[in-house]
Each structure stands twice: as C-alpha cells, then as structure tokens.
C-alpha cells in the first residue's frame, strides 16, 4: 500500500509539486510555498515528486526535509515526464484540497489564499487561467493559444482556455480523477470531464525563476498530442473527412479524364497534374493511417496494464516507505 492512503487524520492542504532538474528553484520554491501555506493557519503537508532528475534534486529535497517535517518526498525510479509525475503525487497527497503546481515559479503559489477563497464559495475546482504570458516566448504563446482552441474545438468535453495545471481541487473530485485509468494522462483534461462546479482565476503568468525549461518544442508536441488523444476521438472523424475530400477530388479527375476522352478524343495532357493527385490521396491516405495508428498505440499501452510509474521510495517526516507500482498499490 501507498504510504499516501494510509490511515490517519487528513491534513487541510496538499501541495503537490513535480519535480524534474529542480536544483536551481527548488529552494525558493520551498520557501515560497511553505510561507504561504504557513500564512494559512491550518494543516498541510508539501508533496516533492521527484522525476528521475539527472542533477542533485533528490537530495536537496532530502536535505530540505531534515528541517520541514511538512514535507513528503516521493522519488519515481525513472523520469516518467511531468503528467505521470503530477500522478503520482495526487495518489500520493493525503490533504482535503490539493493545489497542483510546477516548481518553476511561473504560477505563483501567492494565488492559493484567493484560490481557497473562491473554493469555499462551492466550487470544487479553481484553475488558474492565464490572463497573459510574459514569462514566455512570442512563438511558444502562439503555439499555445492555437492549440488550446483547437482543443476546445474538437475535444468531446469543454476544455478551459489557456489553463495549465495550476488548479486547487476538493478532494472528493480528486477521488474521481484518480479512479481514471488512463495509462498516459492529460491531467487538465482529465479534471474538465468530470464536471462539478469549476471557476477560474486569472492571472498573468511569471517568467522561469531560474534554471532550463523542461518542456522544449519536442514535448509540447507530444503533450498536444496526448491531449488530443485522451480528451477526443473527433481526429478519427477529421481524417475521415480529409480522405472523402481527397477521394472525391480523384473522382472528379477521372471524369475529366472520361470527359477529354469521349468528346475531345484524347486523354489530357499534365503529368504535373497526375502527379498532384496521387500525392494528395496518398498524403490523406497516410495521415488517416497515422491518426488510427496513434490511437491504436494507445489502446496497446492500455491493454498491457503497466503500472503507469513507479515509485521507488517516499519520505514523510522522517520515515521511509519503499514504493513498488502505481496507482493500483494506492486504493
């Protein structure tokens, strides 16, 4: 069993927090958090997942906790990127109302004490909406914004624009998330299926505090993806609809083709023309095929039924627990 579900009195508040090469802003991160969580006046405790770092994130965080008996350290037994690590800490966390929040320092954990605020108004998820991106490049808010309308477009769910997975959570909607059994999660889709009463609070984001980011053009592309994949299958219906199109243009050149034949007497001209043609139906032909195959892949890692991460040993105020599986070892 997960030493996050064993039993006890829950504290008021979780702070999950992924952590991957932190080394540079997992102090100020610390202190920022703990100060606010202090200001509260009430129980909580501060989940440090740690993600395989490659650098000495581990042990700062080892280090960190000889001092803060509020903190709960969670080590995975290989980087399993970022959603999967957020996963891990949420079946980790013990507290009645969550916050989820990377350790850069884009969001600002400040916001907690209004987001708690808009919580106590009824509503069982707060998310933080980005009202502007300073902090980022001129290309990635772009991409960003597309894809977040691109996904409200298709997904089969609303998805809330320009949100991330800065968000407080009641710990009965969180008690619904964790009993998704998605192998590959989109954590902010993930949390706008499952409805309840979800407010925003906007917000203009921050700018790295320090170090690399960890999400360059590689892995946002694979997390549009897994967004696309997990939060709708309309894709499948797109592709449909591309290789129609691309089937009916084919049509239409073979009627021209019959047309020059019977009434002009000869075949037309153009192997620029033939050649276009072929492209487009075996572009349209291949990309239904690259779709399909993409949810194909998923239903396959699915189906294996690996446990989604592993957790090698948590740390709770000074005691050690060794971790075997996910979120199976938990319920």
Same mark, same amino acid.
């Given at each position: 069993?997960?030493?996050?579900?064993?039993?006890?009195?829950?504290?008021?508040?979780?702070?999950?927090?992924?952590?991957?090469?932190?080394?540079?802003?997992?102090?100020?991160?610390?202190?920022?958090?703990?100060?606010?969580?202090?200001?509260?006046?009430?129980?909580?405790?501060?989940?440090?997942?740690?993600?395989?770092?490659?650098?000495?994130?581990?042990?700062?965080?080892?280090?960190?906790?000889?001092?803060?008996?509020?903190? !709960? *350290?969670?080590?995975?037994?290989?980087?399993?990127?970022?959603?999967?690590?957020?996963?891990?800490? *949420?079946?980790?966390?013990?507290?009645?109302? !969550?916050?989820?929040?990377?350790?850069?320092?884009?969001?600002?954990?400040?916001?907690?004490?209004?987001?708690?605020? !808009?919580?106590?108004?009824?509503?069982? !998820?707060?998310?933080?909406?980005?009202?502007?991106?300073?902090?980022?490049?001129?290309?990635?808010?772009?991409?960003?914004?597309?894809?977040?309308? *691109?996904? =409200?477009?298709?997904?089969?769910?609303?998805?809330?624009?320009?949100?991330?997975?800065?968000?407080?959570?009641?710990?009965?909607? *969180?008690?619904?998330?964790?009993?998704?059994?998605?192998?590959?999660?989109?954590?902010?889709?993930?949390?706008?299926?499952?409805?309840?009463?979800?407010?925003?609070?906007?917000?203009?984001?921050?700018?790295?505090?320090?170090?690399?980011?960890?999400?360059?053009?590689?892995?946002?592309?694979?997390?549009?993806?897994?967004?696309?994949?997990?939060?709708?299958?309309?894709?499948?219906?797109?592709?449909?609809?591309?290789?129609?199109?691309?089937?009916?243009?084919?049509?239409?050149?073979?009627?021209?083709?019959?047309?020059?034949?019977?009434?002009?007497?000869?075949?037309?001209?153009?192997?620029?023309?033939?050649?276009?043609?072929v492209c487009l139906i075996g572009t349209a032909q291949l990309l239904l095929l690259s779709i399909m195959g993409g949810y194909l892949a998923r239903l396959f890692e699915q189906n294996r039924r690996r446990p989604p991460f592993i957790i090698e040993q948590i740390v709770r105020s000074g005691? =050690?627990?060794?971790?075997?599986?996910?979120?199976?070892?938990?319920?």
């Open positions: 069993m997960m030493e996050g579900h064993l039993g006890g009195s829950r504290p008021g508040l979780s702070v999950v927090i992924p952590c991957y090469n932190e080394h540079d802003v997992l102090p100020e991160t610390h202190r920022r958090v703990k100060a606010v969580c202090d200001a509260l006046g009430r129980s909580y405790e501060i989940v440090l997942v740690n993600d395989g770092s490659g650098d000495s994130t581990w042990k700062d965080m080892q280090e960190l906790a000889q001092t803060d008996p509020s903190l !709960v *350290l969670v080590n995975l037994s290989r980087n399993h990127g970022h959603q999967l690590a957020l996963m891990a800490g *949420l079946h980790v966390c013990r507290g009645e109302r !969550v916050l989820t929040l990377d350790a850069d320092l884009q969001d600002p954990p400040e916001l907690l004490p209004e987001m708690l605020s !808009v919580m106590e108004q009824g509503a069982d !998820v707060v998310y933080g909406q980005r009202r502007s991106r300073p902090g980022d490049a001129i290309p990635k808010r772009f991409a960003c914004a597309v894809f977040y309308r *691109l996904l =409200r477009w298709l997904s089969d769910a609303p998805i809330r624009l320009d949100t991330g997975d800065f968000r407080l959570i009641s710990r009965r909607a *969180l008690d619904v998330v964790l009993q998704m059994p998605d192998r590959q999660p989109f954590v902010r889709g993930m949390v706008s299926w499952i409805g309840f009463r979800q407010q925003p609070l906007l917000y203009d984001r921050d700018a790295r505090f320090a170090g690399e980011t960890k999400y360059p053009l590689s892995k946002l592309i694979k997390l549009a993806l897994d967004g696309l994949a997990s939060s709708t299958v309309k894709p499948l219906t797109v592709a449909s609809t591309l290789a129609a199109v691309a089937g009916g243009l084919g049509v239409l050149c073979l009627l021209y083709a019959l047309a020059s034949l019977l009434f002009v007497g000869t075949t037309p001209h153009g192997w620029t023309s033939l050649m276009m043609t005691a =050690r627990s060794d971790g075997s599986g996910g979120p199976q070892d938990g319920h």
